[in-house]
């Protein structure tokens, strides 16, 4: 730690001030939110700042609804959401992203510090909240200078690490259009307890009686498809058949495939992924009966 | 060089950090409280916790910048040698570390657990310490001073 290659270190207290700090910013510019990712990354090198912009008092959090959507500040941390998550039917957005919450490993730590925002910014494939976003439709509101613009989850993620975020943005808000599902289902499928996940799949029963799924964790970006409702059964080869198709595609649409990695070859990962999604979609089925019979 | 202010186990005090700083050197080498350990520096051992404004994190994650302005508290806190924290007490009586090492992150850890929900269930008792490594004892012993720890506080509680 030289005096000479000392980072500026700024932490506005509002967005405009946020914007105003990357004006111009280029690659060297770090943003920290939570710091779970990005502080141990500078600790061993990998990042290496001109310049730090701290988001942790621009207050860039909290929950609101705006036209049919819900509005999640980026700097939202899991532990809040968690909180957050009370009394709303199990087709609301946010169920789907506390399930994810509630899934996180690396202690109450993490969850306390880790934000949805960092989370989606950092867009490892291997993250429960890029799958959720795609998953939900999301769009994520990026600010600058320039002014404010909004990017589908869908093309926000361009790869491993790969956002389309420009130098000079920062991911303000997620918004979370209420669409048309009736509930969700979550299903992170990892080969240990504190493991990153080999296929992560969030699935919605839709109102029309079809079926959303999203993947993550199986390519480099997750990856949104939809699929028909199983009519005999999720444990129906043909249906599993389906599924494995629409995954192939919707990967092969956006350039993306199966990735090898040390947790399993892209042939597991394409074997396992229907098998992940069925389990998915029976949480959801199973939510959406709920909710059924709650109204009878 | 940054100036920050940082209110340690209620005691106010005034530090100079480079922006990298992270808090956990901060809190071991300029405040010189080194109760707290460093293991991993990634994030992923909870030996670093601390409690800021009343929430665990892992401060090896956190730049000590970030940390102007915010009340810590670090186990140098939690009781004293006549008077142990009944988190203490409990992981003493039930034989629940050897080495050592990860105690100080994992009372915190069980601290906050209590400050939050004096009657925890098993599976938050479960996700509570999930986030801090133990090399040596084994979690059969943690899990049984975490829930001695709530029965005896369910009791302090009783009128
Ligand atoms: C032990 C451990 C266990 C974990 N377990 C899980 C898990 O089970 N599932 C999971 O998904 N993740 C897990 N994580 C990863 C977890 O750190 C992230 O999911 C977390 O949400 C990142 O958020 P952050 O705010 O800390 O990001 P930071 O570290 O602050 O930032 C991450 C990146 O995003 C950028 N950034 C941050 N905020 C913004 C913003 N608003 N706008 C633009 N750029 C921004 C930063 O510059 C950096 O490049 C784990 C991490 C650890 C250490
Ligand atoms: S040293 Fe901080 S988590 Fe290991
Ligand atoms: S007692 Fe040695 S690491 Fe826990």
Partial sequence: MTGEDTPRYTAPADLDGVVAALEGADEGTVLVGGGTMVVPAMTHGHVVPSALVDLGRAGLTGIREEDGATVVGAMTDYASLLAADTDRGPGHPLRLLARAAAGITGGPQIRNRGTLGGSASYANPASDVPGCLVALGARLRLASARGVREVPAQEFFLGAFRTARRPDEVLAELVLPHGDALAWGYVKFKLAESSWPVVTSAAAVLAGGGLRVALGAAADRPVALDVPAPHRGTADPAWRALVADGAARALADRGAAFVDDVLADAHYRAAVTPVIVARAVEGALRGADRQERGRA | ?159
């Fill in chain 2, 1 to 159: 060089m940054n100036r920050i202010r940082l209110n340690v186990n209620g005691e106010d005090r005034e530090v100079e950090v480079d922006p990298r700083r992270l808090l956990v050197h901060a809190v071991r080498e300029e405040v010189g409280l080194t109760g707290t350990h460093v293991g991993c520096l990634t994030g992923d051992c909870g030996a670093c916790t601390v409690l800021v404004d009343d929430r665990s994190v892992k401060s090896c994650s956190v730049l000590a910048v970030s940390a102007d302005g915010a009340r810590l508290r670090t186990i140098e806190d939690l009781g004293t040698e006549d008077d142990l924290d009944p988190v203490q007490r409990a992981f003493l009586e039930e034989f629940a570390f050897q080495c050592g090492y990860c105690l100080p992150g994992m009372l915190l850890t069980v601290r906050e657990l209590l400050d939050r929900d004096p009657d925890p269930g098993e599976e938050d008792i479960v996700q509570a310490v999930s986030g801090n490594l133990c090399r040596c004892t084994g979690y059969g012993p943690i899990l049984r001073a975490v829930r001695s720890a709530v029965r005896a506080t369910r009791e302090a509680d009783r009128p």
